[in-house]
């Protein structure tokens, strides 16, 4: 996330973000614009109809090979599980039911900036998103 700041005067510098998507073989790239003090999601999908309710994690940092690196929330795949949460400024606010798990920062701040990553685990096939903010 790259924030962009308020400014005395009703414009802003906007910053770009980047975001990262891999599904498969398939690559897309979408830019997205943050700023300071206001809400950002960060896309990420599934087909919840084809491959049924799956655990999700979003975590910072470039997405391992396991798990979510610096986790900042993980589903069960039905809701988010309250002890993986770290900030209540981290939330879900798609339809989890219809495999929405795109992450939305609340309150961006200069300290979002980075590179976040959403793990979805579809039995033998692995989705990650990653987003450069």
Not at 18 to 31: A, H, M, T
Not at 116 to 127: M, P
Request: net charge positive; charged share 25%; aromatic share 6%.
């Amino acid at each position: 996330i790259h924030p962009a700041r308020e400014t005395g005067r009703a414009d802003h510098l906007a910053r770009s973000a980047f975001v990262f998507s891999k599904i498969f073989l398939e690559q897309q790239v979408l830019k997205l614009t943050g700023r300071i003090g206001k809400s950002i999601t960060l896309p990420c999908k599934y087909d919840i109809k084809a491959n049924g309710p799956t655990k999700v994690c979003w975590g910072r940092g470039r997405v391992p090979s396991s798990g979510c690196s610096d986790e900042l929330l993980a589903t069960d795949g039905h809701k988010v599980k309250a002890e993986t949460q770290t900030s209540s400024r981290y939330q879900l606010l798609g339809r989890l039911d219809e495999g929405d798990v795109s992450l939305t920062i609340v309150n961006v701040t200069e300290e979002d900036a980075g590179m976040y990553g959403c793990r979805v685990k579809i039995s033998g096939l692995l989705r990650l998103d990653s987003s450069d903010i």
